[in-house]
Each structure stands twice: as C-alpha cells, then as structure tokens.
C-alpha cells in the first residue's frame, strides 16, 4: 500500500460519498434552475491580480498562489465572484437584462482544516446583475432559502440574518469616522462577535491610523449599532438624516418582499453581520443554522462596483455562496441525506457462451432505453451469479440459458422475495418499466 496520502484539507470521493455530493449538486441546480437561472463555468486556475485587487484581505492571505512555468503569478481561485464579474463584465453590452447566473465549482483556501472548513471545497454561486433594487437583494435571498429548504430542512432550522454596508457607511460617517477607513472599520465590526476585547480594540486602532478619531469612542459606537434589531430603533438613529430614512424605505421594501415570498420566519435583521470581502457594498447576509453549533451555511450581499472594477461597465449586481462542507454537516445531523442506492435496476445472468449473443444484444437495447444493466463478465454457476447480482445491489435479476433463449424469453427473478417470471424478449422494455413501477407482479400471471 502506497504511502502517499492526499493533502490536508483535500478529500477523496467514494462512490457513496461522491453520490451525496452529486444529491447536494442537484438540490442546488434544481433550485436555481426554477427561478430561471443559467449556468456557467470559469478556469479553475486565474491571474493572481484576480483575487489580489478584488477580494477581501483574510482570502488574499489563503491563496494557493504560485509563478507557472511562463513567468506569470497564478492562484487556484478562492471564489468565483471575480471571475464572474469580469465574464460578464466582458459582454454586459449585448446581455439581456436582468442576467442570472449560477455556478457550481470547486474553490481552493489555505487556510487551518478544522470542523467545517476544509482547503478544498464546493460551492454554489448564484448572481443576480442588471437590477439596483432591493427586489433582486430578496429574490437572491429568496433562493438562498429555497435551497436550503430542497434539502428537507424547514424554517426553524436555520436563520438567514440580514445587515446593510450601506447603512453601516452612513452611521460610520455620522460619528466622524472618515471615508477611507470605513471599509477598515468594518473589518473590525466583523469580528464582533468573536474578537476578544483587547484583539478588537488593537485592531480599531489600526483601523483609524490617521484619523482624529479615538477607536475607544468608535468601538463602543459601533457595538450600539450592531445591536440593533428592528426598523423601528434604526428609524430613531436615522432622525433628521433623510439618506438613512431613504434606506430604511427601501429595507422596508426588501423585507415586505420576503415576507409576501413566505420567507418570513427564517428572516431576521442582524447589523453583526458586514461580510469579509472587500468588493461588498449594500445589502449582506448569511444564513446559519439554529441548533447547538450554530453553523454558518451560506452568505453573500450587494457588490454594485465590482464589475465596473474589473474593466466593465457600471453594472449592479447581488449574489451568494453556499458551500458543501457545512451544509453536508447539518444534513447528516438532521438525518436528510438520501440512502445511497447505486446498484442497477437489472443485473443480466449470462448462463454459458450460447445465451451469450442474445444477453448482450438485450443488455445494449437496455441500456439505449434508459435502464442501468450490468452483466456477467464471466461466465459461471447458477449460485455464484446469483449472489454477484446481489453484492452490485440489484433488485432483479434477468436469466439468460440455452432454454430461455430457445424459446425468445427472458425469465425476470427478484432478488428479494425469489419469485420468477418469464416476458417475450419482444416485450422486455415495456415489461421492465413496469417491474421498476410495480414490482413483480406487473408480470406475474
């Protein structure tokens, strides 16, 4: 047995657990497909200056970056949003609008593997480009929740938790916290929740240098907001400032929308939550999961410049990510992931070379019609065969000898209860969609 094993935070794929992965694909892709979402790909490998420029420091730092072998600096990309905005980006002009995309890829941080987070991850993107209101922030919403609950989950098993940049810009300048250091700030508000006092208080510091502003005073301001839980106690804040009163409308708008959707009980306003990514710019959120571990599933927000940024035209633009890592967790923890269940519908026993023709000229009809057939690679007993269609996981079995073929029939054996039957091989296709729909006695006389 080699002794090379896969890296840390990569993972390997049996059957069972590649088939989970593709029943998480499909829950996702079903989702995005019935509110009329597309789907796209980029390269797995970018220029480096990708992800240097566009995204957040802390992924900057995770980037599995190296020069190729042309001289160039290259990085596995760490999310798909760059990419995204500068395909798009590339041909907005000609795009129908608004345009929704989604994508489903593999994503590469190097970061510690732990719990939940892993170096190697899938991840479902979804955008929504083209739409400056807060309509398309509630349809991403909408279907960040729909995806969630595709998996068997309900309302009361996560919370997707809603905050505002945009708001927190305008409060940040109300008590004097300059422009240029507000996105800074917020990396700091980011960390809220779980900074100690003294890593936060640093880290203010280091948000203001340059600034009149005392990070004590600027701390304190920035917890109260956070705080905050309800329109009415940011409609008090925003007294006399017609920009916040303005955005408090068009919350208002995002939430009414939401609650019409049959989204309300999983929908909270929560100010904690501003998002790492530097490119973010209006509404965030992240759903997390309400049981004990509290497990963060999905986020994503409002990202109106980024596109522009990347050398494309002034296009708004939303979106979210869900990863598998978590989500997968959480499945297997409420007990939703489908039994695997990879057998075929048929295993072909092949009963010496002269019923060999005949077994093969059927198990490629078969396979034509749709059905999963596997066979004998080598001829052997009754028993022995029996007992092959059982380990691939078969429920039926069709027997082919020397008799059966003389008299152009195929006998049909379940797997479970034993009992036999025997069709035409001229009805076989229509006889063996039955038996899936109905069992055996769909053709037993």
């Given at each position: 047995?080699?002794?090379?094993?896969?890296?840390?935070?990569?993972?390997?794929?049996?059957?069972?657990?590649?088939?989970?992965?593709?029943?998480?694909?499909?829950?996702?892709?079903?989702?995005?497909?019935?509110?009329?979402?597309?789907?796209?790909?980029?390269?797995?490998?970018?220029?480096?200056?990708?992800?240097?420029?566009?995204?957040?420091?802390?992924?900057?730092?995770?980037?599995?970056?190296?020069?190729?072998?042309?001289?160039?600096?290259?990085?596995?990309?760490?999310?798909?949003?760059?990419?995204?905005?500068?395909?798009?980006?590339?041909?907005?002009?000609?795009m129908?609008?608004?345009?929704r995309?989604?994508?489903?890829?593999?994503?590469?941080?190097?970061?510690?593997?732990?719990?939940?987070?892993?170096?190697?991850?899938?991840?479902?993107?979804?955008?929504?480009?083209?739409?400056?209101?807060?309509a398309?922030?509630?349809?991403l919403?909408?279907?960040?929740?729909?995806?969630?609950?595709?998996?068997?989950?309900?309302?009361?098993?996560f919370?997707?938790?809603?905050?505002?940049?945009?708001?927190?810009?305008?409060?940040?300048?109300?008590?004097?916290?300059?422009?240029?250091?507000?996105?800074?700030?917020?990396?700091?508000?980011?960390?809220?929740?779980?900074?100690?006092?003294?890593?936060?208080a640093?880290a203010?510091t280091?948000?203001?240098?340059?600034?009149?502003?005392?990070?004590?005073?600027?701390?304190?301001?920035?917890?109260?907001?956070?705080?905050?839980?309800?329109?009415?106690?940011?409609?008090?804040?925003?007294?006399?400032?017609a920009?916040?009163?303005?955005r408090?409308?068009?919350?208002?708008?995002l939430?009414?929308?939401?609650?019409?959707?049959?989204?309300?009980?999983?929908?909270?306003?929560?100010?904690t939550?501003?998002?790492?990514?530097?490119?973010?710019?209006?509404?965030?959120?992240?759903?997390?999961?309400?049981?004990?571990?509290?497990?963060?599933?999905?986020?994503?927000?409002?990202?109106?410049?980024?596109?522009?940024?990347?050398?494309g035209?002034?296009?708004?633009?939303?979106?979210?990510?869900?990863?598998?890592?978590?989500?997968?967790?959480?499945?297997e923890?409420?007990?939703?992931?489908?039994?695997?269940?990879d057998?075929?519908?048929?295993?072909?026993?092949?009963?010496?070379?002269?019923?060999?023709?005949?077994?093969?000229?059927?198990?490629?009809?078969?396979?034509?019609?749709?059905?999963?057939?596997?066979y004998?690679?080598?001829?052997?007993?009754?028993g022995?065969?029996?007992?092959?269609?059982?380990t691939?996981?078969?429920?039926?079995?069709?027997?082919?000898?020397?008799?059966?073929?003389?008299?152009?029939?195929?006998?049909?054996?379940?797997l479970?209860?034993?009992?036999?039957a025997?069709?035409?091989?001229?009805?076989?296709?229509?006889?063996?969609?039955?038996?899936?729909?109905?069992?055996?006695?769909?053709?037993?006389?």
């Open positions: 047995m080699s002794d090379i094993r896969t890296l840390p935070g990569f993972r390997e794929f049996y059957p069972e657990d590649r088939a989970v992965l593709g029943h998480i694909f499909d829950v996702w892709r079903q989702a995005c497909c019935r509110y009329g979402f597309r789907e796209w790909e980029s390269p797995v490998l970018e220029p480096l200056e990708l992800f240097t420029e566009k995204s957040g420091e802390e992924i900057v730092r995770q980037l599995f970056n190296f020069e190729d072998k042309g001289g160039r600096q290259v990085s596995l990309r760490p999310e798909m949003t760059p990419s995204l905005a500068r395909m798009v980006g590339a041909r907005a002009n000609g129908a609008k608004p345009i995309w989604f994508a489903i890829g593999e994503n590469y941080r190097y970061e510690k593997p732990q719990k939940g987070r892993l170096r190697a991850f899938y991840q479902l993107n979804a955008d929504l480009l083209g739409e400056a209101g807060p398309a922030d509630a349809e919403i909408a279907l960040c929740a729909d995806c969630l609950l595709g998996f068997g989950l309900t309302q009361q098993d919370r997707i938790r809603i905050s505002d940049r945009t708001l927190w810009f305008r409060y940040l300048a109300s008590v004097g916290v300059p422009e240029a250091n507000a996105t800074a700030v917020l990396g700091v508000v980011d960390k809220l929740e779980r900074g100690s006092p003294s890593d936060l640093t203010m280091a948000a203001l240098v340059g600034t009149a502003c005392d990070a004590e005073k600027t701390l304190a301001a920035a917890r109260a907001f956070a705080a905050t839980r309800s329109l009415e106690d940011l409609a008090t804040l925003a007294a006399g400032d920009a916040m009163l303005a408090l409308e068009e919350w208002n708008h939430l009414g929308t939401l609650k019409s959707m049959g989204f309300g009980e999983c929908i909270v306003m929560d100010l939550i501003v998002r790492g990514l530097a490119y973010y710019t209006g509404f965030v959120f992240e759903a997390f999961e309400t049981g004990g571990e509290a497990r963060a599933l999905a986020g994503g927000g409002r990202y109106d410049a980024l596109v522009k940024k990347l050398g035209p002034d296009l708004p633009a939303v979106g979210f990510g869900m990863g598998d890592v978590t989500l997968r967790d959480l499945l923890a409420k007990k939703l992931i489908p039994a695997y269940a057998g075929p519908d048929f295993f072909v026993m092949v009963l010496g070379p002269d019923a060999r023709n005949a077994a093969l000229e059927d198990v490629a009809n078969l396979r034509r019609a749709g059905f999963r057939v596997e004998n690679l080598r001829d052997g007993k009754f022995k065969l029996a007992q092959q269609a059982e691939a996981g078969a429920k039926y079995a069709l027997v082919y000898g020397g008799e059966e073929v003389a008299k152009g029939v195929t006998k049909v054996r379940s479970t209860d034993r009992t036999e025997e069709i035409p091989r001229t009805d076989l296709v229509p006889a063996l969609r039955a038996v899936l729909e109905e069992g055996m006695r769909a053709i037993l006389p």
